[in-house]
């Protein structure tokens, strides 16, 4: 049941993003392009036209009102007035407009043949970091196209504003659909997911549980090393005999396993017969190997051991067999 919860809770919120985004981010810049195309779309004139009722809001009147000379061009200025100095707007008609310093700087020209104190640079297109900067310094306003619709919007015709309005209604409301399609294909997959994943931990905890007692049976049949006395020193090289008794053999063998668990990079050592060493790691082989080695040569009568490499945990490395030597 859980699974399905947090299914249907990835669902919610995905669906949720989803909305926010189409509607409060994706659906204003689908309008906002639509709107751009059709001003581009408008001949010169009845560009100028909006732009200067546009203007009119802010308080601008026109001083003159028509196209430089070659007047089908698409790059014009009108010449306003706020009644005490003289506007000048450079008019960039076209989407393709990107809009560089250079613009700027043409603008600041035109604006000293005029004898205007300030200057307007409008295009549908979009203007570029380095125009924004010499724009300030000149003391220029730049409005490109995503500040241009908002402001010649009031001013077009109502039946393609409503227009415009519908159609990035209608898709806004088409991807909100396929969103919701796969917010709720996201729940489901994650209910049906999640508890195969949780089935197949609970299989390996299985096979880790079943092992357990078996390893553990092992070490209860190898033989128990005999306790040493209180503070008995680690045997010294001249005191280890080369043919021992069986007694003091089982006392080398629990002299190796109990130092090499302490070896970094080993986690256990314990012997499962007499001649066989088993070693489970955390180490690489080149690690703890030489370790090892360094330990059975101490005792010359266990140099010949073999030595069982157990695979390190979550690894995939089979079990390796060794010896330091082979006499």
Avoid at 73 to 89: A, F, I, N
Avoid at 153 to 167: A, G, H, L, Q, S
């Amino acid at each position: 049941m859980s699974s399905w919860i947090l299914g249907l809770a990835l669902a919610a919120l995905a669906a949720v993003l989803a909305v926010l985004y189409l509607w409060l981010v994706r659906r204003p810049e689908t309008e906002t392009a639509a709107g751009l195309r059709a001003l581009a779309n408008l001949r010169w004139r009845e560009f100028a036209t909006i732009v200067g009722q546009a203007m009119q809001q802010r308080g601008l009147r026109d001083a003159s009102l028509g196209p430089e000379p070659g007047g089908d061009s698409t790059s014009s200025q009108l010449l306003m007035t706020d009644g005490e100095s003289r506007w000048l707007l450079s008019c960039k008609h076209g989407l393709a407009y990107r809009l560089g310093a250079a613009s700027v700087e043409e603008l600041a020209g035109a604006m000293d043949l005029a004898g205007a104190r300030s200057g307007i640079l409008l295009t549908e297109g979009r203007a570029e970091r380095d125009a924004l900067a010499a724009a300030t310094e000149r003391g220029i306003e730049v409005i490109d196209g995503r500040r241009l619709w908002p402001l010649l919007k009031p001013f077009m015709p109502v039946d393609t504003t409503r227009r415009i309005d519908r159609d990035a209604v209608a898709q806004a409301k088409r991807h909100t659909g396929i969103a919701l399609g796969a917010s709720l294909v996201l729940g489901l997959v994650v209910a049906v997911v999640l508890p195969r994943m949780e089935s197949a931990d609970g299989d390996g905890a299985s096979l880790v549980a079943v092992a357990a007692p078996v390893a553990a049976q092992a070490a209860q049949a190898a033989p128990a090393p005999a306790a040493p006395a209180a503070a008995t020193p680690a045997p010294d090289q001249d005191a280890i005999q080369d043919n021992p008794d069986d007694a003091t053999l089982l006392r080398y063998q629990g002299d190796i396993a109990r130092t090499l668990s302490d070896v970094p990079g080993i986690t256990r050592a314990y012997w499962l017969t007499r001649a066989t060493l088993v070693i489970d790691r955390s180490g690489s082989d080149q690690m703890v190997w030489p370790l090892i080695c360094g330990e059975l040569e101490r005792y010359p009568p266990l140099r010949a051991s073999r030595v069982q490499l157990n695979p390190r945990p979550g690894s995939d490395e089979p079990v390796r067999w060794r010896q330091c030597r082979t006499m």
